[in-house]
């Protein structure tokens, strides 16, 4: 089973920037992707952001030039770091980390939601 805790969320004015970070833990083999997920009340959850081992990459065209999604694979636990700058408040939202087997499939809207973690609130003010 695979485990993810996200951490980094809070509050922060328009135009401001934060660092979301996930720590995975739990077998998920040697192809794998993991990405982030953004959902407000009332509204479907929404890929943002997602990277695989082979260093594929694919954005939301509403966070591309603005965000930063980076892997961390080095030691025996793997992070996946969201840099966001130039926040907007329609960037506020509950932000989930995902991970999947596999290798990312970009085009697609592939984000490798598959396994999820408990999420983290981002609060951006005008």
């Known amino acids: 089973q695979v485990q993810l805790v996200e951490s980094g969320g809070g509050s922060v004015q328009s135009g401001g920037s934060l660092r979301l970070s996930c720590a995975a833990s739990?077998?998920?083999?040697?192809?794998?992707?993991m990405g982030w997920f953004r959902q407000t009340p009332g509204k479907d959850r929404e890929g943002v952001a997602a990277?695989?081992?082979?260093?594929?990459?694919?954005?939301a065209d509403s966070v591309k030039g603005r965000f930063t999604i980076s892997l961390d694979n080095a030691k025996s636990t793997v992070y996946v770091h969201l840099q966001m700058n130039s926040l907007k408040p329609e960037d506020t939202a509950m932000y989930y980390c995902?991970?999947?087997?596999?290798?990312?499939?970009?085009?697609?809207?592939?984000?490798?939601?598959?396994?999820w973690g408990r999420g983290t609130q981002v609060t951006v003010s005008s």
């Open positions: 995902a991970a999947d087997r596999g290798y990312l499939i970009t085009g697609g809207g592939h984000y490798c939601g598959h396994y």
């Open positions: 739990g077998y998920i083999g040697s192809a794998y992707c």
């Open positions: 990277v695989d081992v082979d260093g594929s990459i694919t954005y």
